[in-house]
């Protein structure tokens, strides 16, 4: 497997501009989770998924901040009106349900976004 | 208000020695925890994982414990080595499917 796939790797947009950050999951894996990585608040949780359904998105920091995932190998994470205070790394995870152990995510290699 | 802290951000140690990371927890309802490790450029990758029934977990070079008492873990790399220099997360979460919750990270440098 190619792992978790997220795109862009970079991106630089203006202020105000739409911004969709889209993971690819591990197959066969039913719970996808959405972190941003930021030097003041380290890897905080946006969002997650169990078998495509939004579980808790209390993490979202405001309304201009939306995800979905329409089937089980893809989600977006979209930035509408965006602000330079959302730059930040966005890593995507995946893991599947195990019936008891640790719950190991495997992680993206993170969409690195500038907000100028 | 953290659940999961690292107090140290960061850490330096000299090839061939141990490297200590520790890590506090206030939330009595984790069961696992966990350490990551990242690399600049790229995403955490698991390391080594405890679960609050043990008080230890040992993978080659990597040990972990667990005070379950005093909600602290720690992380154990002996020998260190130059490419072990990386950022560390201590991640915890509770039973089932659920979120992990991270600390803010270590970073260990390793010096040749």
């Known amino acids: 497997d190619a792992g978790v796939i997220q795109s862009p790797r970079h991106e630089v947009t203006e202020m105000g501009q739409e911004v969709t950050l889209r993971c690819k999951p591990i197959s066969g894996h039913n719970s996808l989770f959405w972190y941003r990585q930021t030097m003041m608040r380290g890897l905080e949780l946006l969002i997650y998924?169990?078998?495509?359904?939004?579980?808790?998105d209390s993490g979202m920091p405001e309304d201009r901040f939306s995800a979905k995932m329409p089937n089980a190998s893809f989600s977006t994470l979209k930035i509408q009106p965006s602000e330079p205070r959302d730059s930040a790394v966005y890593f995507c995870?995946?893991?599947?349900?195990?019936?008891?152990?640790?719950?190991?995510?495997?992680f993206g290699a993170g969409s690195r976004l500038t907000v100028l | 208000d953290q659940q999961v802290k690292q107090n140290s951000p960061s850490l330096s140690v000299q090839e061939g020695r141990i490297s200590i990371l520790n890590c506090d927890y206030t939330?009595?309802?984790?069961?696992?925890f966990l350490w990551y490790k990242k690399y600049p450029a790229e995403g955490p990758t698991f390391l080594i994982s405890i679960s609050s029934i043990k008080d230890k977990n040992e993978d080659g070079r990597f040990t972990v414990f667990l005070n379950k008492s005093a909600k602290h873990l720690s992380l154990h790399i002996v020998p260190s080595q130059p490419g072990d220099s990386a950022v560390y997360f201590c991640a915890a979460s509770a039973e089932g499917n659920t979120p992990l919750v991270f600390g803010k990270g270590t970073r260990l440098s390793v010096i040749a």
């Open positions: 998924f169990n078998n495509n359904v939004p579980i808790d």
């Open positions: 939330n009595s309802m984790f069961d696992y």
């Open positions: 995870a995946s893991s599947s349900t195990m019936p008891a152990g640790a719950n190991v995510l495997t």
